[in-house]
């Protein structure tokens, strides 16, 4: 490489190094927690569903069109989310499961810090969950989730600390609101993770597990909780703050979205379980959810609304991951926005937007939607 070559490079790099420090500046922190921004007011969330990255450049693409099947690997996953977290700038990146694909990983835990190297690597902070394939390699269900609390940047946690809870990666995050405003010291947004888990393990029941009593009735003590602080502690607020669910496989209540009655595409099978554990229910009683977001089922990537709780995919994002050739990998985008008080300081949200991202080769964004707005009854059909 000649010197002129290796001048521009190191240009270009504290070019880059500057920018990041800039955007990183503007991004509101509390204590290693999260906050909206000063400046706009937002709060933006990426989520990144069924990597299934294996072995990086040595792991080949799936269903892609003949004429991209040399020259493609994991490394193009990798690429995507570059080319993702630059175009994005999020606050939060998302992994909801199937991160890695334990059957074709050599070393489960190289796989999994190569697949989120790129959130590290541009210091995004970031949280995952489980899938149902990230355990078929060299590490259990619990060893992933240990080693991904343990990863730099991460605020995944294992579990609730002193509750006895089933599976394994069940937290929730709160976003606190604009430093020096009146919700500065509030969570504004609340965000909730858990772990599907895999397969039944009950001998009478087939397919998918569900999401369990121990884990619905954390998640319930945890938004109710929330709420009255939100709505008791000075200075207190009429309504709960909103809260957006994570979680990889998705329940039998997205079965009954039909078209038109949502935004994007089903070209895949609703593989929820086969049995119906309640956690819609749940959720809808808890009274704070707007939305839940899953992954699993790559070729989906709707959203649609039932009894006031948006029901989302993201769509498959990973090359090594079952897709459709031709039919661009994505990755879903949610901006919650936050409303100007009548003293003109930032407030509690005012409104939640999605749209997906595109791996084309114009990074297009497509189903731009509000998800939920304050005072309104949008997104419905
Ligand atoms: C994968 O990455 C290679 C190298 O950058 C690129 O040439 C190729 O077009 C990518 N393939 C796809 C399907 O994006
Ligand atoms: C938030 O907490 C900080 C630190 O304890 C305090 O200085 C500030 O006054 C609080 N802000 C509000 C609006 O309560």
Redesign the pocket.
Known sequence: MGLGIRLLLLLLLVGAAAAAAGSKEEKGSSGGGLRFRRGSGTFKVVQVADMHYANGGRTGCRDVLPSQVAGCSDLNTTAFLYRLFRAEDPDLVVFTGDNIFGEDATDSAKSMDAAIAPAIDMNLRWAAVLGNHDQEGTLSREGVMRHLVGMKNTLSRFNPEGVEIDHYGNYNLEVGGVEG?????KSALNLYFLDSGDYSTVPSIRGYDWIKPSQQFWFQQTSSNLQTKYKEE??KQKEPAPGLVYFHIPLPEFSSLKAPHFKGVKQDPISSPSINSGFFATMVTAGDVKAAFVGHDHLNDFCGKLDGIQLCYAGGFGYHAYGKAGWSRRARVVSVQLEKTDSGEWGGVKSIRTWKRLDDPHFTTIDSQVLWSRGSNVGGY
């Open positions: 405003t009146m919700l500065a010291n000075q200075p």
